[in-house]
Each structure stands twice: as C-alpha cells, then as structure tokens.
C-alpha cells in the first residue's frame, strides 16, 4: 500500500491517531506460513494475543488455521468468530477453576501448564482429553520479559514433574494427546526454536497417547533492518529431527506464531501537536503515547518512524514523544527526520503484533479506531475509535 497517498487522500476525515492494516500484506504472510507449514502432518495456529481484530481473525479462518487463545475472553472472541471449537486451543497460565470448567464446556482443546491445574481436572472432569504445556528449559526472546522457558520463567510444567503429571492423569482418567512448549517471543535467530523442538520430540516418547506436539511460536521480526525471518529452515529442521527421532506420521507437528503473521501488516498514524527545539535536544510530540502503542516503552523496541506530510530536505534530530503523564513516553531518541512542524502527519511502522492488543486507557484516554485497506484497496474501519462514554461505561456512579 502507499501509505503516503492513501493517507493523505484521506484529508483529514479519520481523526488522529489511529491504526491502518493492509489486509495483502497480512494475505502475504499468512499464504508464505500456510505454504511453508501446512504441508503433511504440519499444522499452524495463529496465536490471536498478538492482534485479536475480527477482520484479521476472519482471514486466518478462511486459510484454515487453527487459534492459540490466553484466555476465556479470547476464546469467545474466536468462537463469535466462527472458529469450531475443535480449533482452538485454550493455553492459559494460572487457570481457575470456573475458566477450566468453560473450556471443558466448550469442547476446546485444553493446554494444561501446572499440576494444580491437572488435581481439579481430575476431580472434576475426569475422562477428559488435554495437552500439558512443558518448560523444556530453553528459553528465548527479543527481552528477557517475552522468555517463556528456563528456570526463570513461570511457564508450563517442569521436565522433572512429567512423570507426576502422566501419573496424575492416568489415575485420573485424563487422556493426554499433546504436549506443548513455546521458547519466548522474538528471537530472530531459529538456533533456540530447533533445540526446543529436538528436546520435545526426544521427550515426545514419554507418551503413549499423543496426537500432536506443538513447538510453540515466536518467529523473530527484524523491525530495524528487516531481515527475513527463516521459515523454510525452521520447517525443513523440524521435519528432518521428526524423522529422525522416529517420530510417527499420525503426530501433528504444530507451531504458533502470532507476530510473524501480523507485524509488518499496520502502521499507526498520529499528528504532530509540539515542537521543541534546543540546542542539546529537539522533541516533536504526537497525539499517541504508550497507551495506543506499548512496545517502545515496554521493551525499549525500535520500530521505523517516518514524517508522511514533509517534502523537506533538512534532516533534523529528534525525539518522538507521546502524550502521556510521564516522562518513559517516548517511540524513539534521537531518530533523523526531516524538518517536522505541527500538524505534519507522523507514522510509526510495523506495529501490527502486540499493539492494539496491549493498548491501554492510561490517562483515561480512549483508544484509537483501526481501518483496513483491502486488496482492492477500498478504506474501511474495522474497529471504530473509543469515545468518553466507553471509559466512563463501567463507573458506577451511585
Ligand atoms: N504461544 C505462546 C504460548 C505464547 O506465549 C506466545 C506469545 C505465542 C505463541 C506467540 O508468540 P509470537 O509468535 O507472537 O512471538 N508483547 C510482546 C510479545 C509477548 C508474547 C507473548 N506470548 C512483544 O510485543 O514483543
């Protein structure tokens, strides 16, 4: 899509700041997953924490692939959107009693990550089939905060507890026909995936009963240099270690990505409000902040910034801030652009993973609205912008 013109034909009518999808990049990669992963006995989940919009939801059901949800709510969310049950598979972490009692309700697939998870299975839904969520020990990540695997980490159950957890179910008339074990999100290197992957198979043959093994997401996007992501050799190493280790050809080999499919999909468009410039530090202030788009402030996370309304050849250094209270709202330090005034139009990149979806109501602002240009490159909204009586919806003003 060419941001710039479709922005600006826009002409002011979508008020600033709000997030623009383009639906054939997002095709794009979920064709490149389903072509490289949805061969023989590979399956693919899309994890939907990294963007829940219906719209995007639809396009993954149309390819057929399956939904990684992190909670009830997520769940729903898939099945309003016409997701069968079987489809889905239910992988929470600290699960209460009444959220396993929906799942099992639901006819979802469970991914069980704790031994007390498994004791109320047993006492309550005996007879039941599950998968268990595995802390291999090998954990990987952009951040140390997206590490869902090693001694650190407070994910899944422990290699140690496996023969616990296959007692408990057997006892206990539960059926386990997976096992499940993510490494963390965002590496870009496939080095930590493959270990993961020849770990859990090894492990794999601990289980007489199993239907699928699935070795998690966190396909790395290179959101400064925009190197690809290797899928192929991901997959071709999977295949061959599953061959190697004799793994059966009924055993699903399933993955989960989330970023991979949606990163490089949206840009979020925001205007400029202040100017500030000094002699030791220039500051262009937007009409966003954390609040619509966490990942810089969360994880110092580099995403591309680009000033779509200037022609100007001056290249100036600036820090691009957002609007909130405090002082860590910041996208980016010291990042050339050229010469920027009020009212110019600023995009920052790639924010399609993890940024709608971790948006907040900080400061009691609202969120902003999301729009879609489709393949034939007709504009849509495909979440409207929140208003102030959404913020002031749950107040009880008695
Ligand atoms: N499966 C499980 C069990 C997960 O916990 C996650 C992500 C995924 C799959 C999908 O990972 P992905 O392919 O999207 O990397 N907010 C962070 C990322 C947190 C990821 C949490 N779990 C960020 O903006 O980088």
């Not at 099992?104 to 089939?129: F, P, Q, T, W």
């Not at 080095?191 to 794999?204: G, K």
């Not at 924010?351 to 490159?377: C, H, I, K, Q, W």
């Not at 495909?382 to 008695?398: A, K, Q």
Request: aromatic content about 10%; overall charge negative; charged content about 25%.
């Amino acid at each position: 899509m060419d941001i710039k013109n479709i922005v600006c034909s826009l002409n002011d009518k979508v008020r600033t700041p709000f997030y623009l999808y383009d639906e054939k990049v997002i095709l794009e990669n979920i064709n490149r997953l389903n072509d490289v992963f949805c061969k023989k006995n590979f399956g693919v989940l899309y994890a939907m924490k990294a963007n829940s919009n219906p719209y995007i939801l639809k396009l993954v059901k149309n390819a057929e692939m399956g939904i990684d949800a992190c909670s009830v709510e997520e769940v729903k969310i898939a099945l309003i959107c016409g997701f069968s049950p079987e489809s889905i598979y239910y992988n929470a972490d600290c699960l209460n009693s009444d959220e396993i009692d929906f799942a099992v309700e639901r006819n979802v697939n469970l991914v069980i990550g704790s031994l007390d998870a498994l004791y109320y299975l047993v006492k309550k839904h005996s007879g039941h089939e599950l998968s268990l969520r595995l802390n291999s020990g090998i954990g990987a990540g952009h951040s140390s905060k997206v590490i869902t695997n090693g001694e650190l980490s407070k994910f899944g159950i422990n290699f140690s507890d496996i023969p616990e957890a296959i007692r408990l179910c057997k006892n206990g008339g539960l059926k386990i026909v997976g096992i499940h074990s993510h490494t963390g999100s965002g590496e870009m290197g496939i080095a930590s995936y493959v270990e993961n992957a020849n770990v859990m198979l090894d492990i794999s043959l601990q289980f007489d009963s199993l239907r699928f093994i699935n070795f998690g997401g966190g396909f790395g996007y290179d959101y400064k240099d925009h190197q690809e992501y290797d899928i192929d050799s991901l997959s071709e190493n999977i295949r061959q270690l599953s061959s190697a280790r004799g793994a059966k050809d009924n055993i699903r080999l399933i993955v989960e990505p989330g970023r991979y499919l949606v990163a490089n999909t949206a840009i979020l468009v925001s205007k400029v409000c202040s100017v500030k410039e000094s002699s030791s530090r220039n500051f262009l202030g937007l009409d966003t902040g954390h609040n619509h788009f966490p990942r810089c402030f969360y994880y110092d996370a580099w995403h591309d910034i680009e000033n779509i309304s200037t022609l100007s050849n001056e290249m100036i250094s600036y820090d691009i801030t957002g609007y909130l209270c405090q002082s860590g709202d910041i996208f980016a330090r010291q990042r050339l652009l050229p010469k920027t005034k009020v009212g110019d139009l600023i995009c920052i990149k790639d924010v399609g993973a993890y940024g709608y979806s971790m948006s907040s109501n900080f400061n009691s602002r609202v969120r902003p609205g999301e729009y879609l240009v489709d393949t034939e490159d007709n504009f849509s909204m495909i979440r409207r912008p929140e208003c102030f009586e959404d913020i002031i919806s749950t107040f009880n003003l008695d």
